[in-house]
């Protein structure tokens, strides 16, 4: 693994943050914005939104944040709520304005600067490292799931009840959350 996925960022505590932010505190709501900013901004842009577009997709989600944000189930999740809510946008965004080809830039320089360098095939490695943990029957159909295969196709290749993929799916993301690797991977992309 890369030395860049061993050191990773401390964040100051979410649910903190997001207690705080829904009780008025306006440095907590900028503290979130600070943090989860730059991702959210990169997500938009990956879906091929413009920068306007991806500019209006961001600040979509942080106001589905701000009218949810006490209603929030599991504040310590607010960085994949919001990945979630941005890439729901940027796909509303994409239906409102086509598909067309966008004609401006939509990374602002410098955005990517802080980003570390890791290529696919590492990222594809740690994965596969990980997803070797689980039971071979888990283990393939995680691997569906990544080829977004559906459920019926998934059950009938596998030969397992298609209301046995969904809780098997959430234990198997369970159990990926706890891999340290995956975890360093995934703050380093952050």
Known sequence: MSATLLHHRRRPDAVSLVTAAASGDEAAWNDIVASFGPKLHRIACRSGLSGHEAQDAVQETWLALLRNLTALRDPDAVGGWLATT?????????????????????????????????????????????????????????????????????????????????????????????????????????
């Open 86 to 190: 941005v890439r729901r946008e940027s796909f509303r965004q994409h239906r409102r304005f086509g598909r067309e080809t966008p004609e401006e830039s939509c990374t602002p320089s410098g955005i990517h600067d802080d980003l570390p360098e890791i290529s696919a095939a590492e990222c594809r490695a740690e994965l596969e490292r990980a997803l070797a943990w689980l039971s071979p029957l888990q283990r393939s159909m995680m691997t569906e799931l990544l080829a977004e295969t559906s459920y019926t196709e998934i059950a009938r290749r596998l030969d397992m009840p298609i209301g046995s993929i969904g809780p098997t799916r959430a234990r198997c993301f369970a159990r990926l959350r706890l891999d340290v690797g995956l975890r360093q991977l995934a703050e380093a992309l952050d």
